[in-house]
């Protein structure tokens, strides 16, 4: 990574000044050009600094890696006019590394892992009494989407334009001739059903039709793989997607695919126009109806403890404290699983049983749809259902009662190609974080193992 920060040098002394306000003898002038790719241009007004988005350039100058001068001017100096560079005063006699870098209308300079750098230049001068060495650099300008510039004017700025997100190097007027696509996707209608769980590898994205002329069309738009989506909000963002086309009507279509088996989902359709639509905002649920062939597969959950707030998992069975030197545990979990009429799922029809080994778990019908089970250390699973949508509300219990909670209905998922189903339940507790009474780990500090009781929770000591 390349190092161009004064906060880099140790023991740096800055000497921090303007050009116009030094009354001491030049030591060296410097004066910059502007590169892009092959081509250099000098410097010949104010506007080329703004059309790239350079507002102002820093000189600084070190000796033996040490700080000894550094300085802002306007990226485009009055000295420039009359093809002068800009001077720096001060030095005593020796050579010095110069570095010259533009900075954003934010007053920062573009970031650089390795050279070469937007921007930036660096040279050697040798401070002789007497005499005024010169140094030129060229800064490499910035690309149009990364220079702060709504280039294109069409009210978008560099990573928001789309055409950015598409080609981070090229230029913001890329996606006037395109038809952009920004999709999204959903299955089961549910946020928690991600593509392996429906055995979906990736989705395939074709574009029929016909353009004014009456040639016909048929292309793939692209394929995006399980791992591409934006899995950070939900319905699920495909990339921002681009094609090249003519006026004229057009389908766009949409099915998922598995790597093995082929399609497993019908394909949705979606027509369009171009010009009138250049900007196709989609978005495709695949529910239960949609698959070629029904889902049928279990649920597999692992439930556990969240003992205290800041955790982000804890054991499933156990609590923190001992009473009567045994330690705290919950006797029983409690589930009830809805399908999507909010029927409950009794013992027989759930058949719920212990992965590690598929044993029976003997769990109880009880009333009110509810399921009763032993607290299972290992993650669970039912039979096969057919999908649908369920949902999982869950009690941990220690008697009669309600210790911890997943505090409603948790939407759920198939197991498919995917992982088991991670259920966190969180403590039950007062308005003065007290758990109900039956459910204290602890009487007094004796009985925590290296934290303290606070209203019958064991907590962590507070530094």
């Known amino acids: 990574m390349l190092d161009r920060h004064a906060a880099s040098w140790s023991g740096a002394a800055l000497t921090l000044a303007l050009a116009s306000g030094c009354a001491e003898p030049p030591s060296y002038t410097v004066r910059w050009q502007l590169r892009d790719g092959d081509e ?24 033996n890696d040490v700080v000894v001068d550094q300085r802002e001017y306007p990226c485009f100096p009055s000295a420039f006019e009359h093809g002068e560079g800009v001077e720096v005063s001060g030095l005593p006699p020796g050579e010095y590394e110069v570095a ?19 921007a930036f230049a660096q040279d050697t001068v040798v401070v002789v009494e007497g005499e005024l060495p010169g140094v030129e650099v060229e ?14 004017r069409d009210g978008l700025v560099d990573g928001r ?94 099915v998922g695919t598995n790597l093995e088996t082929g399609d497993v989902t019908a394909t949705q359709q979606v027509p369009f126009e171009v010009p009138l639509q250049q900007f196709v905002l ?3 649920e695949f529910s239960h109806d949609q698959f070629l062939e029904p889902i049928e597969q279990p649920i597999a959950v692992s439930l556990g403890l969240v003992l205290n707030p800041a955790d982000d998992g804890g054991p499933a069975c156990t609590l923190g404290g001992y009473l009567g030197g045994a330690l705290v545990s919950i006797e029983r979990m409690w589930l009830r699983v809805t399908d999507e009429s909010g029927q409950p799922l009794d013992v027989a029809s759930s058949g719920l049983t212990n992965m590690a080994g598929l044993d029976s778990l003997m769990p109880v019908d009880e009333a009110g749809g509810w399921i009763s089970l032993p607290c299972p250390p290992t993650p669970i699973r039912s039979t096969d259902l057919l999908w649908g949508s369920y949902q999982l509300e869950v009690e941990a219990r220690i008697g009669e009662v309600a210790c911890f909670t997943s505090e409603g209905p948790r939407e759920l998922a198939p197991l498919g190609q995917g992982s088991v189903q991670n259920i966190l339940l969180t403590r039950i507790v007062d308005g003065q974080g007290a758990p109900p009474a039956g459910c204290e ?14 209203a019958g929770i064991c907590k962590d000591k507070q530094p």
Do not use: M
């Open 161 to 254: 334009d789309p055409a950015c997100i598409i080609d981070a190097t090229g230029f913001e007027s890329a996606d006037a001739e395109l038809t952009l696509f920004q999709l999204s996707v959903s299955f089961l209608d549910s946020s928690v059903v991600e593509p392996p769980d429906v055995f979906i590898d990736l989705l395939r994205l074709e574009i029929e039709g016909q353009q004014a002329d009456g040639t016909a069309v048929d292309v793939l738009l692209d394929e995006i793989a399980d791992h591409q989506l934006d899995r950070r909000q939900w319905p699920f963002q495909l990339p921002l997607l681009a094609q090249d086309l003519e006026p004229g009507s057009y389908v766009l279509s949409a």
């Open 100 to 118: 010259v870098e533009g900075l954003r209308r934010t007053g920062e300079p573009w970031a650089c892992e390795e050279p070469p750098c937007i």
């Open 441 to 454: 780990e602890c009487l007094g500090d004796s009985d925590c193992s290296g934290q303290v009781c606070q």
């Open 282 to 284: 989609e978005h495709f």
């Open 139 to 152: 800064l490499q300008q910035p690309p149009q989407c990364d220079d702060g510039i709504d280039n294109d």
């Open 40 to 63: 250099v241009f000098e410097l010949t007004s104010v506007k080329q600094c703004a059309d790239v988005g350079l507002a102002q350039v820093r000189v600084t100058t070190r000796r």
